[in-house]
């Protein structure tokens, strides 16, 4: 089993729809939780961090960590074509450890 | 403030061959950390260097290695390359060491595709 899992997708939803990524861990040390973009052919990009458990909201973009269940998810509202990318997850023990990424998930926004 | 470089952006290598790839940091940036992006496996963590010192490490075999110069620019070398070795292989550096209490944020490069032939 992977320390991180994350559904792979592809995922393809209209415009303006809410998206659900969602992410599993087994490492209960985890206590950073990142979610990064990555376009084609481009670095991933920071999105989001949380540190521990609790929601996290910046414009249309929302971070949940449940800890007690080691489930993160990420919402993105009033989705754009401009979205369409894929969206990892990623966690650490701490600030300066080691990151560790999930698979990643597909995202396309049809206009 | 110019981002995280990386060269060369593309290269192809047979198998046996080694190849060194090299990472520029953010000016000020003083960890570099190096990952190996492939289509099965994700994106995995390969070492992280810190003021010319290996900080952290992953789980890959010894013919993967890296260095830090003083001036924190980074490379990474690969010996007797094998067919799995092709990935994407991005850097990423950030600006502080441990105990400074806020988050450390990795801003990553656009990565080096290799292809092992």
């Known amino acids: 089993q992977k320390e991180v899992e994350q559904d792979p997708g592809p995922l393809s939803v209209p415009e303006g729809a809410i998206v659900s990524l969602n992410c599993t861990y087994s490492?209960?040390?985890?206590?950073?939780f990142m979610w990064y973009r990555q376009y084609s052919r481009k670095g991933p990009e920071l999105l989001m961090y949380?540190?521990?458990?609790g929601n996290k909201e910046d414009g249309r973009f929302t971070a949940q960590v449940d800890k007690s269940s080691k489930y993160i998810s990420l919402f993105i509202r009033d989705s754009q074509p401009s979205d369409s990318a894929t969206y990892l997850c990623?966690?650490?023990?701490?600030?300066?450890?080691?990151?560790?990424f999930g698979p990643g998930t597909s995202l396309s926004v049809i206009p | 403030k110019a981002g995280v470089t990386q060269t060369p952006r593309y290269l192809i290598k047979t198998r046996g061959q080694q190849v060194t790839l090299s990472c520029s940091p953010i000016?000020?940036?003083?960890?570099v950390s190096w990952y190996q992006q492939t289509p099965g496996q994700g994106l995995q963590f390969l070492f992280e260097?810190?003021?010319?010192?290996?900080?952290n490490k992953g789980n890959f075999p010894g013919r993967f290695s890296g260095r830090q110069f003083s001036n924190s620019r980074s490379e990474m070398n690969v010996s007797t390359l094998e067919l799995g070795d092709s990935a994407l292989y991005l850097c990423?550096?950030?600006?502080?060491?441990?105990?400074?209490?806020?988050?450390?944020?990795?801003?990553f490069g656009p990565g080096t595709r290799l292809t092992v032939l």
């Open positions: 990423a550096s950030s600006l502080a060491g441990s105990g400074s209490g806020s988050y450390n944020e990795q801003f």
């Open positions: 490492n209960s040390a985890f206590q950073y």
């Open positions: 949380t540190y521990s458990s």
């Open positions: 990623a966690m650490r023990e701490t600030s300066y450890d080691k990151v560790i």
């Open positions: 000016s000020g940036h003083r960890s």
């Open positions: 260097y810190f003021s010319e010192t290996q900080r």
